[in-house]
Every structure is written in structure tokens, then in C-alpha cells.
């Protein structure tokens, strides 16, 4: 009984627990500063974003589920603007010689992040504080590097194994059942982002800092995820339309890539469709609204294209965004 109740959580770790936390998302784009800190303070505005994801929805209330909160905000606005440097709106301002030194133009940002990931037997609770600081390059582009500190908790559900009818007593499972099957970790990763009015490169590093505050008899604390870059261009079609073409990829341990190729089309600055192809094959169509300046929302549905279509009915992920201080009433930037 012990070797099965082994081999049953050791499937289930490989299956569902991987360092150094991502978003598991249909639209990451959206939780773009989770991937690279270097993104947070981007815009002018606080935003604060709500994701809810419900993957393989054909395995009903055991379908894995993620919950993701973000906010971001700026601690520290430029001198001589109110809104965001890179805005058409704003060129004339900031074209004036000696209007402000660099030094006076920098831009500090910061972010909050709460996660909750519910899968199989496997649950992940945590959250993460963000720091950047945004360097005007030239009268259009600008440097951010950031900082992001995480502290998760993984936890073995072991109420919810089943040894069957009169199972032999397993030493090990009533030690899990004791408290050992809970391990807590901290994580430091940082990113740099050289960007401007319409486009963006950035990469990160994310186990800068890998550390356990609390030990588990179950080795939840290997990293999987090295590093990040992301690329994206906002590429103009008229007063009322704007293709955004982009590429994410996250490099794992063993030096191999996961990239998502995407694109967007932004219509009369109200609404978006989009289209991601995941190179694990599988494919994800895109939309949101903005109802108001203050309010948005996005919804996508990811769909296996490879061998694992039969056991995959697809992935839905609802966003709702919250831009507050919104005065100027400006959409989110080019991601």
C-alpha cells in the first residue's frame, strides 16, 4: 500500500507542480508584470485585474482551476507630466529642451499579486510584491528594470486520497496527515524592458532567489522555469484599428522554450479579438470590451490541436479590469 500511495502523489506532483509560479492563463498578456517585473508602472493609471481560469472543463468540479489578482500602480510619477510620457497627447511636453532633466523623468512603479491555484490533489497559495523603476532613454523610449519578491505555500490535499474500503495503516500518508505535506517558498526574479509608444522587448530571470521557509516530506520546491522574453510591436491601420503582433517565451530548466505566438487587433479603442498559437499545440481565440474607461473585460477559449485533443474539451479564462485614476481615460498600453 505504501508503493501505491507513493506512486499515486508522485504522478500527481509531476503532473500539476511546477517552480517558480507563472500564470497558467489564455490571456497573458494581461498578466504581463507576473512574467517580468520590469512591466509594472508601465501605465499611468492603477489597474487591478481579476482572472479566473477553468482548464479541461470536461473533468467537472475536478477540473483544474486558477485564480489570479494583480494590481499595478505607480509610486512615483515623472515632473514635468501627468500622464503617461509615451502618449501621442503628451510629445510636445516632453519635446521641450531642458524642460526636465532624465533624473526628474523617471517613472517608480509597483504591484500586488495574489494567486490560487487549485490541481488534482495540488494546491498553490501565494503572492508577490513588485518594485521597478522606468529610465527615459530618449523623448520616446524608456528602460525599466524591476524586482518582484514571492511567498507560496504547496500543499498535498491528502483528504481527498482514497487508500479503499479498510486500507493496511501507511506510515508515511499519516505522517503527510500530520502537517508534513504543507511546504512553504520564497522567490526573488527581476526583469529589464527597454520599450516605447509601440513596441516592447523584455527578458527576466526568475530564480534569482530560490529559498524554503518551510520543508515538506513531498519535493515541491525543484524549479522548473529559468527565464522569460517577450517582443510585441503596435502596428497602426488607421484612425480606428491597430494590429498588435507579439511573442512570449519562457525558457525551462533544460534550456528548452515554451513560446506563444500572438496577435491583436484593437478596434475603435473599445474592443479586441486575438488569436495565440502555443507551440505545445494548442490554439486559443481571444475578445474583450471596454465599457467604459474605468471597466473591461476578456474572455478566451483554449483548445488542444495535438494528441491530447481526446482528453481536452478546452480551457475558458474570464478577466475583469479595474483602471483607477483613469482621468485621461486611456486604454491599456501596447501588450
Do not use: C
Not at 482514497?162 to 503527510?176: A, I, Q, R, T, W
Not at 517558498?185 to 530560490?210: A, E, K
Not at 471596454?290 to 474572455?299: C, K, L, M, N, S
Amino acid at each position: 500500500m505504501r508503493s501505491t500511495f507513493t506512486g499515486i502523489f508522485i504522478f500527481v506532483l509531476v503532473w500539476s507542480v511546477r517552480g517558480q509560479y507563472i500564470p497558467n492563463s489564455g490571456q497573458m498578456f494581461q498578466f504581463a508584470p507576473v512574467y517580468n517585473p520590469a512591466f509594472s508602472g508601465v501605465e499611468d493609471f492603477t489597474e487591478v485585474k481579476l482572472g479566473y481560469r477553468q482548464q479541461m472543463t470536461s473533468y467537472g468540479k475536478n477540473a483544474p482551476k486558477f485564480v489570479n489578482l494583480l494590481a499595478n500602480f505607480r509610486l512615483k510619477q515623472p515632473l514635468d507630466i501627468s500622464t503617461n510620457t509615451l502618449r501621442p497627447s503628451n510629445a510636445k511636453a516632453v519635446s521641450r529642451p531642458g524642460f526636465a532633466p532624465a533624473g526628474k523623468r523617471m517613472i517608480i512603479g509597483g504591484g500586488v499579486n495574489v494567486f490560487n491555484e487549485k490541481v488534482g490533489l495540488v494546491e498553490r497559495l501565494g503572492g508577490g510584491l513588485t518594485y521597478a523603476m522606468h529610465y527615459p532613454l530618449s523623448k520616446k523610449v524608456r528602460l525599466s528594470a524591476g524586482v518582484t519578491g514571492m511567498v507560496e505555500q504547496i500543499n498535498l490535499d491528502t483528504d481527498g486520497i482514497y487508500l479503499g474500503k479498510e486500507p493496511d495503516v501507511d506510515p508515511f500518508y499519516e505522517h503527510l496527515m500530520a502537517g508534513s505535506s504543507k511546504q512553504t517558498n520564497l522567490g526573488v526574479r527581476g526583469g529589464l524592458l527597454l520599450y516605447g509608444q509601440n513596441f516592447y522587448v523584455g527578458v527576466s530571470y526568475l530564480p534569482i532567489v530560490t529559498h524554503v521557509l518551510k520543508t515538506s516530506d513531498v519535493n515541491f520546491s525543484s524549479s522548473y522555469y529559468r527565464a522569460t522574453g517577450q517582443f510585441g510591436l503596435a502596428l497602426p491601420g488607421g484612425a480606428d484599428f491597430v494590429l498588435k503582433p507579439s511573442v512570449l517565451a519562457i525558457m525551462q530548466m533544460d534550456n528548452s522554450f515554451l513560446i506563444d505566438y500572438s496577435v491583436k487587433a484593437d478596434i475603435r479603442e473599445r474592443a479586441w479579438v486575438g488569436l495565440t498559437y502555443r507551440d505545445i499545440k494548442a490554439a486559443v481565440l481571444q475578445v474583450g470590451f471596454d465599457f467604459t474607461p474605468v471597466i473591461g473585460a476578456g474572455y478566451s477559449y483554449e483548445m488542444s490541436v495535438g494528441e491530447f485533443k481526446q482528453f481536452n474539451d478546452g480551457s475558458h479564462d474570464i478577466v475583469l479590469s479595474l483602471r483607477i485614476n483613469n482621468f485621461k481615460g486611456q486604454r491599456q498600453y501596447t501588450w
